[in-house]
């Protein structure tokens, strides 16, 4: 069974860093994409990056324009662990932020979701 566990969000003023964590068990698929969704009351999903790997070799990585030169997303070595450091945090980027893991990034592969964690970003 595939478990998404969502840690690291908080409360920091504009111009703070905040470094979320999602530790992953249970994904077995050889190519493998995890990443990083928001969501805000009354507003669909966004996608804020993602991570593409094969044999847990990473092949490509994807970022929303608005996070670009902000935010990074990593794995760990053992493909168990993902992060997204996010620096120069402004208001727009609070959210309830997720992870999804899935087989491919196509938005209907990623599957298996966690819970969130909440981004406060204050001015």
């Known amino acids: 069974q595939v478990q998404l566990v969502e840690s690291g969000g908080g409360s920091v003023q504009a111009g703070g860093s905040l470094r979320l964590s999602c530790a992953a068990s249970?994904?077995?698929?050889?190519?493998?994409?995890m990443g990083w969704f928001r969501q805000v009351p009354g507003k669909g999903r966004e996608g804020v990056a993602r991570?593409?790997?094969?044999?847990?070799?990473?092949?490509?990585?994807y970022y929303a324009d608005s996070v670009k030169g902000r935010f990074t997303i990593s794995l760990d070595n053992a493909k168990t662990t993902l992060y997204l450091q996010m620096n120069s945090l402004s208001p727009e980027d609070t959210a309830m932020y997720y992870c999804a893991a899935g087989r491919t990034c196509v938005s209907t592969d990623l599957v298996h979701w966690g819970q969130g964690t909440q981004v406060t970003v204050s001015s």
């Open positions: 249970g994904l077995t698929y050889s190519s493998l994409c």
């Open positions: 991570v593409y790997t094969r044999y847990a070799a990473v092949i490509t990585t």
